[in-house]
């Protein structure tokens, strides 16, 4: 009888898939640890890299985390449902609530980094704005932490000439945030496009996300346009891929 797709995978594969599920179903739960080596060693059969090799799966896809000389858990952190379409409207900023507030719920978001400086702006940047030769940007940058877990890395470019002197160039942008600056400043975001990438992380992006080993990034770049399609702002996000879902919600 031939051997089915399933028998065929490694036995690490298997062992995986199986913890895999048994997290799922709730038998195990956020925070509890999963069967050591030993354990899955005398359960399964298997030698101990095999053993090995199944929980370092999990720990890859971001599904649990070994902590040292205690075990491997499942993960506790909660991925968060990032609302692409309900977080950008003007109902959102245009009432002085942050964007986060679509996403978060009761959650605890913290931006524990910002930077904002006034920078020639890269050539995809100045090519994407339309800017002038020479033209400058107010470059924010910033890291959001989400229930203390690095989440999201954010860097905004937005033409010098429309927010010098705006609360868009001090770190508290203020209620609403820069959307609803850009209102006040006569550059009301109307339409928005956002272009959605993934790879794995540069070493840097994994150490200010505190990343497991092996799990990749998602990259988000949004622009924002005011009336009569005059882009206003670009923002590149690094979002962790373990910590997200991404949900888009719209009629037909």
């Not at 899955?40 to 095999?50: D, E, K, N, S, W």
């Amino acid at each position: 009888m031939a051997n089915t797709d399933d028998d065929r995978r490694p036995k690490y594969q298997r062992i995986a898939d199986s913890l895999r599920e048994a997290i799922q179903s709730g038998e195990y739960g956020p925070g509890d640890r999963l069967p050591g080596e030993n354990e899955l060693m005398a359960a399964h059969g298997v030698a101990r890299m095999t053993a090995r090799q199944a929980l370092s799966v999990l720990r890859d896809e971001g599904v649990a985390e070994a902590r040292k000389g205690a075990g491997v858990f499942v993960r506790a952190f909660r991925p968060l449902r990032r609302r692409g379409i309900q977080r950008l409207s003007q109902e959102q900023w245009g009432s002085g609530r942050s964007i986060w507030s679509a996403d978060i719920e009761n959650r605890a978001l913290e931006v524990d980094q910002v930077a904002v400086s006034e920078e020639a702006a890269p050539d995809r940047i100045s090519a994407v704005l339309d800017l002038a030769d020479e033209e400058t940007v107010c470059v924010r940058r910033r890291r959001f932490v989400l229930d203390g877990k690095p989440v999201l890395l954010a860097t905004s470019y937005l033409p010098t000439s429309v927010v010098a002197g705006s609360a868009i160039t001090q770190e508290d942008t203020g209620p609403g945030g820069t959307y609803a600056r850009l209102a006040e400043l006569g550059y009301k975001p109307v339409h928005f496009r956002e272009e959605i990438r993934s790879r794995m992380p540069t070493k840097d992006e994994a150490a200010q996300l505190s990343m497991s080993a092996g799990t990749p990034v998602i990259l988000i770049c949004r622009t924002a346009f005011a009336d009569e399609g005059r882009p206003v702002e670009i923002n590149e996000m690094t979002l962790d891929a373990a910590s997200y879902i991404l949900e888009y919600d719209f009629d037909a």
